[in-house]
Every structure is written in C-alpha cells, then in structure tokens.
C-alpha cells in the first residue's frame, strides 16, 4: 500500500479529481495549503504599495491506494495537473505500513 500526495494548482483540482474517478480511485483528502519552490513567490501592487508574495496557494491531495494502481494513479495525477509552467507541483509516493477502516475494523488493502 502507498500514499500518494500531491502539491497542484488549485484550479487545476477538478481535473484531477475527474482523471483519478476514471482510473478507479474512490477516496481522497484535499487540503488547501500555500508553499513554494522554485517559484519564489511574486510581488503585488496593493493600494499603491508593493507587497511580495512569498507562499502561494496550492491544493494538497492524499490518496492511499493498493501496490496495483499506483502507477496508474501518479500517471492520471501528472497528467491531469501538468500546464507546463514553473509552479505545476510535486507527487510524493510513501510507504503505508497499515491502514485501519475505524467502522468495521478492517486492516491492510480491504481497509482502502
């Protein structure tokens, strides 16, 4: 089992969470989050004032899946989110030594 988090634009959400319903994927977590990378942020012009923006707003998403979809599963996310520009994000790919369905106490791959 693997737990898939990915950092995207926030307009770039529905696509994604569309790519990843026709692959399968039933559940996820979104989480409206703000970073950078290489972006550094940018500057504003506010009320005649510069500001700099240094923590833009992205959306988190985690997905646990099963070992077999996986790949499909970074695949549909990457293609989904990808506009080609600095800032498009990153996908993570952790380990997941358990996973404990609270309602019915199921363990493992049955649990997801």
């Known amino acids: 089992m693997k737990l898939i988090i990915a950092i995207i634009k926030p ?4 696509e994604v969470k569309d790519a990843l319903a026709n692959i399968g994927v039933e559940g ?5 989050v703000k970073g950078f990378g290489r972006q550094k942020g940018h500057t504003e012009i506010y009320r005649g004032s510069e500001y700099t923006v240094d923590f833009l707003p992205k959306i988190k998403i985690e997905i646990a ?4 979809l996986v ?3 970074v695949e549909a996310v990457v293609k989904a989110a990808k506009t080609g ?3 498009d994000g990153k996908v993570f790919v952790l380990l997941l030594n358990d996973v ?3 309602r019915t ?3 493992g791959d ?3």
């Open 11 to 14: 307009f770039k959400l529905e």
């Open 28 to 32: 996820m977590t979104v989480t409206e």
């Open 65 to 68: 899946v099963n070992d077999e």
């Open 71 to 73: 790949s499909k599963t």
């Open 85 to 87: 520009k600095i800032g």
């Open 100 to 102: 404990i369905r609270i």
């Open 105 to 107: 106490d199921e363990r």
């Open 110 to 112: 049955a649990a997801i």
